[in-house]
C-alpha cells in the first residue's frame, strides 16, 4: 500500500486527489490514511506469526483519537508517557490492560491512575521511581507490574535529540543498577517483576544497534534468572527508522525475526510509534508568495513551523511536492518557509519545484511528530486533521479558532489603582 500516490500529476490521498480535500477543509492541512496506519501496524503483527506478542503503539507519535481507534480496533496496545496520554487511549477505545507506562517523571496521580485502570507494565526508569510506585501501590493495597527500563549504552546512529540509548542520555539506568531494582522489587509486596524494557532511539535505519542492545539486555535476563528473578517479556522499544527521502530503512520482518529468534522463550512487546504513523500522514500548504533575491529564492507558505517543527528543530528532511504538478510558474531552487518570525522557520530547503503564487504543497510523511509538536506560536490556531479511508474522508480534529487561543487567559484585575 502507498496511500499517497500520483495519479496524472494529481497527487492522491487514497482514493481522492488531495486537492478535493483541500476544498472541503481548507489550508493548511493534515491528511491521515486509515489504510496505510492499518497495513504498517499489520506488517508488525506478522513479523511476530506464532510468536507470543504485544504491539504497544507509542501514542507520542500522533496521539488523533482517530488514529488510536483505528489501531484499539486491530487489536493493539499502547505504549503512553503521561496520564494524558491513558487517558486519550480510554476514550479512544484501547485497552488499559495492554499499556505500558514509560517516560522518566511519572507523578503519583498519574501512577496511582494507571493502577486503578489496571494497565500491563510501567516501565520504570530510576530508582526513586520504583520507590514511588511501590509507595502508591502499597497504599492502594495494589500489585504494580514492572519492568526496568536498562540502557544499554549503545549508539544508534541518530539524530542526538532522538538518541536515548547512551549513557549521557536521561532514559533509564545502568545494567547493575537494574539489576539491584530487580532484586529489591522481587522482595516487595506491592511490585511484581514481570518484563525488562529498552528504548534506545528514534528514526534508527540498521538493525546492528538493536541486536546490540537486545543481546545486552538478554544478559542481563540471564543474570536475573540465576538470581531467581524471572523476567517473563522483553520489552524492545520503538525506534524502527522510515524513508524520508527514498533512504534505504530496516526490513521489519528481518529484524523481528531476529529478536523472536534470539529471546525464544520471551513474549515480545514493541513500541512502535514512527513506523506505523510517519507514512500515513501528509502536511499540505499553500504558496503565498514567491520572493527571489540574488542569493536566495523563497516560496511563503501558509504553513509554518509551529504546525510542524521536524525540520526547525532536527533540521529532519521530508519530500516536497506540489499537489498538481502542472509545470506553470517558476522554475527555481527553493526554500519553503512559513510566516513565523523566526530564521528557523522553513519547512524544506532547496527544492527544485515549478511554482506560482496560489499551488498547493504536500510536505510528505509528515503523520509522526508532526501535529503533536504543533503549538500556537505566532497566535497561529492549530490546522485541522482529516483522516481518509478510500473515498470516505471526514475531520478528525477541526481547525483551531482565533477565539479558542485566549479564552484561558485573562486580564490582571490590579486594584492599586482605584
Ligand atoms: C518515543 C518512544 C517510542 C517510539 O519511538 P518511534 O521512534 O516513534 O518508534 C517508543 N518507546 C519509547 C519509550 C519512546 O519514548
Redo the contacts with the bound molecule.
Keep these: 500500500m502507498n496511500a499517497f500516490n500520483f495519479q496524472n500529476k494529481k497527487l492522491y490521498a487514497e482514493s481522492v486527489p488531495v486537492s478535493d480535500l483541500i476544498r472541503s477543509y481548507g489550508s493548511p492541512l493534515y491528511i491521515y490514511s486509515k489504510g496505510q496506519i492499518e497495513t504498517n501496524w499489520g506488517l508488525f503483527k506478522k513479523s511476530f506469526g506464532d510468536h507470543p506478542y504485544l504491539i ?1 503503539y ?1 501514542v ?2 500522533n496521539s488523533n483519537l482517530a488514529v488510536l481507534n483505528i489501531l484499539a480496533k486491530l487489536g493493539s496496545g499502547f ?1 503512553i ?1 503521561s496520564l494524558g496520554e491513558l487517558e486519550r487511549v480510554i476514550a479512544a477505545g484501547g485497552d488499559a490492560k495492554k499499556c505500558v507506562f ?2 522518566v517523571a511519572k507523578d503519583e496521580i498519574s501512577i496511582q491512575k494507571a493502577l486503578e485502570y489496571g494497565i500491563y507494565c510501567f ?1 520504570v526508569e530510576s530508582e526513586d521511581e520504583l520507590d514511588r510506585i511501590e509507595f502508591v501501590a502499597s497504599s492502594m493495597n495494589a500489585v504494580a507490574p514492572i519492568s526496568v ?1 536498562v540502557n544499554p549504552n549503545v549508539d544508534a546512529n541518530t539524530h542526538p535529540y ?1 538518541s ?1 540509548g547512551l549513557a549521557e542520555n536521561k ?1 533509564g539506568v545502568d545494567a547493575d543498577v537494574a539489576l539491584s531494582m530487580y532484586k529489591k522489587a522481587a522482595l516487595s509486596d506491592s511490585l511484581k517483576v514481570c518484563g525488562l ?1 529498552y ?1 534506545i ?4 535505519t540498521e538493525i546492528a544497534p538493536f541486536i546490540e542492545a537486545l543481546e545486552r539486555a538478554l544478559e542481563l535476563v540471564e543474570k536475573l534468572k540465576s538470581e531467581n528473578i524471572l523476567v517473563e517479556h522483553l520489552d524492545i ?5 522510515v524513508s524520508y527521502d527514498d533512504e534505504k530503512i530496516i526490513n521489519i520482518e528481518d529484524y523481528l525475526n531476529s529478536v523472536t529468534n534470539r529471546a525464544k522463550e520471551m513474549k515480545i512487546l514493541v ?6 504513523v ?1 507514512n500515513a500522514g501528509i502536511f499540505v500548504t499553500r504558496v503565498e508568495y514567491l520572493k527571489r533575491n540574488n542569493l536566495k529564492s523563497f516560496a511563503i507558505v501558509d504553513g509554518a513551523m509551529n504546525d510542524l517543527i521536524r525540520p526547525s528543530l532536527y533540521e529532519s528532511f521530508h519530500q516536497a511536492v506540489l499537489i498538481d504538478d502542472n509545470s506553470i510558474g517558476i522554475n527555481d531552487n527553493w526554500d519553503i518557509v512559513g510566516p513565523v518570525c523566526e530564521s528557523a522557520d522553513f519547512l524544506a530547503k532547496n527544492r527544485n519545484l515549478t511554482l506560482e503564487k496560489g499551488d498547493y504543497i504536500a510536505i510528505m510523511t509528515a503523520g ?2 508532526g501535529f503533536v509538536l504543533s503549538s500556537n506560536y505566532n497566535s497561529r490556531p492549530r490546522v485541522p486533521e482529516v483522516m481518509i479511508s478510500g473515498k470516505h474522508h471526514s475531520l478528525v480534529r477541526k481547525r483551531e479558532t482565533i477565539e479558542s487561543l485566549f479564552e484561558n487567559e485573562s486580564l490582571f484585575e490590579d486594584d492599586t489603582n482605584q
Excluded: L
Design positions: 504497544c507509542a507520542k507519535a505504549d508517557v514509560s517516560g516501565n527500563r532522538i536515548t532514559f524494557d528504548h532511539g528514534s528514526q534508527i522499544g520503538g525506534g524502527v527508522g513500541e512502535p510509534g514512527r513506523s506505523i510517519a509522526a511528530y
